[in-house]
Every structure is written in structure tokens, then in C-alpha cells.
């Protein structure tokens, strides 16, 4: 594969929808650069022996473009959450939607990445509203795909890159249902009763910021 020296790999506000991405070609990743979000994708290794005969084998790793798959579901999410976002966020409640207005306030003091908006409008967006605009399907989707891999344990995913504040959506997952459920005991979409899973101690110490009691606690 041919080397690519990319000057300046940042063209994107991290405030913002991507909206320019590098290309990537037969040969690889490009210093070209294409208008609009990539898609979400994945790249498929391609499993090969050193040798002829090798019991052994290893995973070529080059990243090009004759490997990646498209992650439908993820994209399809994606551009229907994307149509709400831009009309208006509708449908939800009075509550989600204060919250959605001083998450997005563009004179807000420290303003959230817009990575970390978008997994609180999908989220809101598969608990409040998909199924009042014929979206049925994502949860439909969803199931199947937790049927398959995860009986019993349904789960939601949100996939973020270190260093884009996962810690912060956490809380914002919180306080929505939190504050939605006090608002309406009765309504079964939200809850006010978590459970955090760390993988060891030093996580957990850092996640001491989700404890309402905490003094320095991020829901203030």
C-alpha cells in the first residue's frame, strides 16, 4: 500500500456534523478530500498464510477500500435521526425536550461535542419517538439482532472514540430518564434506578462524577 502523508488530519469542527471526510481508494486511505459524512463502515481482515501450507495464520491489516462494509442499520439510524434533528425534534416530551434545548444552546458556556448530541437524539429518539413516525423497524431490528447474539440481556450500543466525553453522555442518559420518570412515575420508557459496570477499580474512581452526592458531580 501506498504511504499517504495527510498535513492537517482535523477538517472537521468536532461541534458540527462532519461534513468532509478523506477517501479512501483501492490502494488505501487518501489525502483526498470527499464533501460529506463517510458513512459507517467497518474493514473486513482477510485472513492468509505466511507460508504455503501454514497452519498459522495472520490478518492483513491494510485498510482499503475493496474491504469495508457498510454498517446499514447504523447508517439508516443515522439519517432518520438526522430528518427529527432537523425538524424541529418533535414529539417528545416537555421535559426531554428542555433538556434538549440547553444541551444544543448555541450560547451555551461549554458547548457539547456534537458527537455526544447525537447519541442523545438517538437514544431519545428510539425511546420517544421512532415509533409514533413509522419507525417501528429499528426496534424490530434491534430485537432481532439482541435475539441473535444476546438472549435475555437486550442492549443498546452507542460507540464512541476516546476522548469524545463519554462520561458526560452518561450523565446526559441519566438525568433524561431520571427527571422524565420523577415527572411521570407511571411511564415505563424511563427509569430512575442504573447500574454503572466498570472494568476496574481506577474506572470506577473516575466515574464517581456520575454520583448525584458526588461534590463535583457533572449533573450540576
Same mark, same amino acid.
Given at each position: 500500500?501506498?504511504?499517504?502523508?495527510?498535513?492537517?488530519?482535523?477538517?472537521?469542527?468536532?461541534?458540527?456534523?462532519?461534513?468532509?471526510?478523506?477517501?479512501?481508494?483501492?490502494?488505501?486511505?487518501?489525502?483526498?478530500?470527499?464533501?460529506?459524512?463517510?458513512?459507517?463502515?467497518?474493514?473486513?481482515?482477510?485472513?492468509?498464510?505466511?507460508?504455503?501450507?501454514?497452519?498459522?495464520?495472520?490478518?492483513?491489516?491494510?485498510?482499503? !477500500?475493496?474491504?469495508?462494509?457498510?454498517?446499514?442499520?447504523?447508517? &439508516?439510524?443515522?439519517?432518520?435521526?438526522?430528518?427529527?434533528?432537523? #425538524?424541529?425534534?418533535?414529539?417528545?416530551?416537555?421535559?426531554?425536550?428542555?433538556?434538549?434545548?440547553?444541551?444544543?444552546?448555541?450560547?451555551?458556556?461549554?458547548?457539547?461535542?456534537?458527537? !455526544?448530541?447525537?447519541?442523545?437524539?438517538?437514544?431519545?429518539?428510539?425511546?420517544?419517538?421512532?415509533?409514533?413516525?413509522?419507525?417501528g423497524w429499528i426496534e424490530n431490528a434491534l430485537r432481532e439482532a439482541n435475539d441473535t447474539s444476546?438472549? #435475555?440481556?437486550?442492549?443498546?450500543?452507542?460507540?464512541?472514540?476516546?476522548?469524545?466525553?463519554?462520561?458526560?453522555?452518561?450523565?446526559?442518559?441519566?438525568?433524561?430518564?431520571?427527571?422524565?420518570?420523577?415527572?411521570?412515575?407511571?411511564?415505563?420508557?424511563?427509569? &430512575?434506578?442504573?447500574?454503572?459496570?466498570?472494568? #476496574?477499580?481506577?474506572?470506577?474512581?473516575?466515574?464517581?462524577?456520575?454520583?448525584?452526592? &458526588?461534590?463535583?458531580?457533572?449533573?450540576?
Open positions: 500500500m501506498s504511504q499517504v502523508v495527510i498535513e492537517n488530519p482535523i477538517i472537521n469542527s468536532p461541534f458540527d456534523e462532519p461534513s468532509r471526510h478523506f477517501r479512501f481508494t483501492d490502494e488505501g486511505i487518501s489525502n483526498e478530500i470527499v464533501a460529506g459524512r463517510r458513512s459507517s463502515s467497518y474493514f473486513v481482515p482477510i485472513a492468509r498464510p505466511k507460508k504455503k501450507n501454514a497452519k498459522q495464520l495472520h490478518f492483513d491489516t491494510e485498510w482499503t !477500500q475493496d474491504r469495508i462494509e457498510e454498517n446499514k442499520l447504523v447508517n &439508516d439510524i443515522r439519517r432518520r435521526v438526522a430528518l427529527w434533528r432537523k #425538524g424541529g425534534y418533535v414529539g417528545v416530551t416537555p421535559v426531554t425536550a428542555r433538556l434538549i434545548a440547553y444541551w444544543t444552546d448555541p450560547e451555551r458556556e461549554k458547548k457539547l461535542f456534537f458527537c !455526544q448530541n447525537e447519541a442523545l437524539e438517538t437514544a431519545i429518539y428510539l425511546a420517544e419517538v421512532a415509533r409514533k413516525y413509522g419507525d444476546n438472549p #435475555g440481556l437486550p442492549r443498546t450500543a452507542f460507540k464512541m472514540a476516546t476522548g469524545s466525553g463519554k462520561t458526560v453522555v452518561m450523565a446526559m442518559l441519566i438525568a433524561w430518564q431520571t427527571l422524565n420518570k420523577r415527572a411521570n412515575p407511571q411511564d415505563a420508557r424511563f427509569s &430512575d434506578t442504573f447500574l454503572i459496570v466498570t472494568p #476496574g477499580i481506577t474506572i470506577r474512581d473516575r466515574l464517581r462524577v456520575l454520583l448525584p452526592n &458526588d461534590p463535583e458531580n457533572y449533573y450540576r
